[in-house]
């Protein structure tokens, strides 16, 4: 793809205060970009351990490329904007201790379940809302790069998941619904608690173009993009799987 010449950010057509913010907004997409890569660099491993089927593994590296090329471009836009890019404390990517003695299956599939399948369709439904909006400055182009990747990365059917699944007792699909609902509980609480005082009548999608040329989201928005992908997308995906009970909210 082009390159994108993020120093044509124009910064002097922007509200300085929006523009600190978006800094911050993009400083912090810096660090998840970079978790992500350091998860699914993880999940290579993990695949390799369970002798998963070369093109699954490959498929694998494909995506820490591309978000190492995520993190790239964040950074880039941090710069921009006059921004000092950091990385996510502590640098080593935290490992809950019960995550780590699991087996190797295991942990394929928790981090199948909550990378690839959960956290990948939200953020190709923020993602989505903001590239139709963010307009032909840097802060769109660098949206619509990520958007492209991000979409390849979520969309897709997880092979694995669909196979551990079938190879399960239903007790241990019992566990694996379980860990789906504590994937997915946090994000819906956030949208929730962001929501919580206002009236229904004004729950609506509010054009919002001076944050979008940045990149940003009025927290309102992002709620409500993030209940849509939940209900149009995400839960719909889950049900399909067997990783959400249809009559469950
Ligand atoms: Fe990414
Ligand atoms: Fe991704």
Same mark, same amino acid.
């Given at each position: 793809m082009a390159a994108i /010449?993020? *120093?044509?950010? /124009?910064? *002097?057509?922007?509200d300085a205060a929006r523009v600190e913010r978006a800094r911050a907004v993009w400083a912090e997409r810096v660090v998840t970009e970079y978790r992500s890569a350091q998860a699914l660099s993880r999940y290579a491993q993990e695949l390799l351990a369970v002798d998963a089927p070369r093109a699954e593994v490959e498929e694998a590296i494909d995506m820490v490329r591309d978000e190492l090329r995520h993190v790239a471009l964040c950074e880039a836009v941090v710069r921009a904007m006059g921004g000092a890019p950091g990385r996510p404390t502590p640098l080593d990517l935290p490992v809950p201790e019960a995550f780590r003695r699991a087996p190797a299956a295991q942990r394929a599939m928790g981090t199948a379940i909550s990378m690839l399948v959960v956290n990948e369709t939200l953020s190709v439904g923020y993602l989505d809302d903001l590239a139709g909006r963010a307009g032909d400055g840097v802060c769109g182009q660098v949206v619509r790069a990520i958007l492209g990747d991000e979409a390849e990365h979520g969309a897709g059917d997880v092979p694995l998941v669909g196979r551990t699944l079938a190879a399960c007792t239903p007790a241990e699909r019992a566990e694996w619904v379980a860990f789906t609902e504590a994937c997915v509980r946090p994000h819906l609480r956030r949208a929730e608690d962001a929501l919580a005082g206002v009236p229904p009548a004004e729950r609506v999608l509010e054009d919002e173009p001076a944050h979008a040329a940045l990149g940003l989201f009025t927290p309102r928005r992002q709620a409500l993009v993030l209940a849509r992908t939940w209900r149009e997308t995400l839960r719909p995906r889950l049900v399909a799987l067997g990783l959400w009970a249809p009559a469950a909210p």
């Open positions: /010449a993020v *120093e044509g950010f /124009a910064r *002097e057509t922007h």
